[in-house]
C-alpha cells in the first residue's frame, strides 16, 4: 500500500471550524469531530508553542497526527509511520503561509462560509503532490549473493507490467525465496568480522524481509539487528532495495 497523507484539516482558531479538509488516503474521519478534537489540541500545542509553527507529532498507533499551528490556523495531517515528518512540517508550514497569504485580510470579517477557499485546494494538492510529498521508499537489506537472483526474479515479474510492493512483502514475508539456500563465506567467522549469531541473522536480509521483521523472526531487539546490519554494509556484503 502507497504511503500517503491520508488526510489534511486546515482548522481556524477561532471557531475550530474546518475550514478545507482534502483526503488522499484510506484512513477516514468524521470532520466536525475532528475539528473539534484538533481545536483542543490546538490550545494544548499553543500552550507550548506559542503560535510559532512549531511541529506537534501525535502518535495514534496505525498512523501520526502531525500539527503545525501559526497565524490563528491549525494545518494537521494523518500520516503513515513511514512519511517524513520533517518534510511534512515543512509543506504545513508552506500550506499555512500561503493561506495566510491569500486570505488572511478576509478572515479577521469571516461571515463562516467555507465555500469561499475552495479555489485553494488545487493549491494544497499541488504542494502535497497528492498526498505524496513526504513519502519514504521502504529500504529493504538484501546479502549480495542474493542480488542477482532477486534482481532475475524482479525482471521477470516487470516482463508482465508489475514492480515489486511492500505489499508483495506482506504476502511472501513467511515464505523463504530459493536463492536463501546461499550462505557468506564461512571465513567471516574465522577472521573475526562477524560472530556466530551475526552470521545467522545476515541471511534473513533476503530482500523480502525489511529491518524490524528481521528483528522479529531473529527475537532480537531492532537496535542489535541494525548493528547487524551496518556491520555487513561496512564490509561491503550487503545493499539496499527501494520498495514503493
Known amino acids: 500500500m502507497p504511503k500517503v497523507l491520508h488526510n489534511l484539516y486546515l482548522i481556524h482558531q477561532n471557531s ?9 488516503g484510506n484512513i477516514e474521519f468524521n470532520q466536525d469531530l475532528v475539528s473539534g478534537f484538533l481545536t483542543a489540541l490546538k490550545d494544548f500545542s499553543v500552550e507550548f508553542s506559542k503560535g510559532s509553527g512549531e511541529l ?3 502518535d495514534m498507533q496505525v498512523f501520526y497526527l502531525l500539527l503545525v499551528f501559526k497565524d490563528g490556523i491549525l494545518c494537521t495531517a494523518a500520516a503513515d509511520k513511514n512519511d517524513d515528518a ?8 508552506d500550506i499555512i503561509k500561503r493561506f495566510v ?3 488572511g485580510d478576509k478572515i479577521a470579517n469571516w461571515s463562516g462560509d467555507v465555500r469561499m477557499f475552495r479555489d485553494f485546494e488545487p493549491v494544497i494538492d499541488n504542494i502535497l503532490l497528492n498526498g505524496k510529498i513526504a513519502e519514504i521508499p521502504l529500504k529493504i537489506p538484501i546479502l549480495k549473493i542474493f542480488e542477482k537472483d532477486y534482481l532475475k526474479k ?6 508482465k507490467g508489475l514492480v515489486v510492493s511492500e505489499e508483495d512483502l506482506r ?4 515464505q523463504k525465496p530459493e536463492w536463501t539456500s546461499k550462505r557468506l563465506p564461512t571465513q567471516v567467522i574465522t577472521q573475526g568480522f562477524l560472530d556466530k549469531n551475526a552470521y545467522k541473522i545476515a541471511h534473513l536480509a533476503d530482500g523480502f524481509h525489511t529491518i524490524s521483521e528481521i528483528a522479529e523472526e531473529a527475537g532480537i531487539p531492532q537496535a542489535e539487528i541494525e548493528v547487524v546490519i551496518d556491520d555487513l554494509d561496512d564490509l561491503g556484503l550487503l545493499k539496499f532495495i527501494n520498495i514503493k
Do not use: A, M, N, P
Open 101 to 103: 497569504e491569500k486570505f
Open 16 to 24: 475550530g471550524i474546518c475550514l478545507i479538509h482534502r483526503s488522499y
Open 56 to 58: 506537534k507529532i501525535i
Open 86 to 93: 520533517k518534510i511534512t512540517h515543512k509543506v504545513l508550514s
Open 171 to 174: 504476502t511472501v514475508q513467511d
Open 154 to 159: 524482479s525482471k521477470q515479474i516487470s516482463k
